[in-house]
């Protein structure tokens, strides 16, 4: 199993910037893609970056030009440094990994960390 632990939310300005950590342990080997997701108040979860073992990279319209996800060669951490930040990307942000281990699909999710954008 993947254990993962999110760091670095906040409160920041308009316009200003945060990098989130994501720290893994556990069976990290078992890790083939890692991803960022975001939940505000009243909405549905939604994917905010995506990263593969292939190096793969995917992010929501919302967020590219904005954000960076990037990662450690051994899936130990992955980040996502976040710039021009806007009020709208208030939300808690989670850590999630995709696994394959012992011929099993599985996932793993972060506690969250909060994310707010404000003046």
């Known amino acids: 199993q993947v254990q993962l632990v999110e760091s670095g939310g906040g409160l920041v300005q308009p316009g200003g910037s945060l990098r989130l950590s994501c720290a893994a342990s556990g069976s990290i080997d078992s890790i083939y893609a890692m991803a960022w997701y975001r939940q505000a108040p009243g909405k549905e979860r939604e994917t905010v970056a995506s990263i593969t073992n292939r190096g793969n990279i995917d992010y929501a319209p919302a967020v590219k030009g904005r954000f960076t996800i990037s990662r450690d060669n051994a899936w130990s951490a992955v980040y996502l440094q976040m710039n021009s930040l806007k009020p709208e990307d208030t939300a808690v942000y989670y850590c999630?990994?995709?696994?394959?281990?012992?011929?099993?699909?599985?996932?793993?999710w972060g506690q969250g960390t909060q994310v707010t954008v404000s003046s």
């Open positions: 999630n990994a995709d696994t394959f281990e012992a011929a099993n699909w599985g996932e793993a």
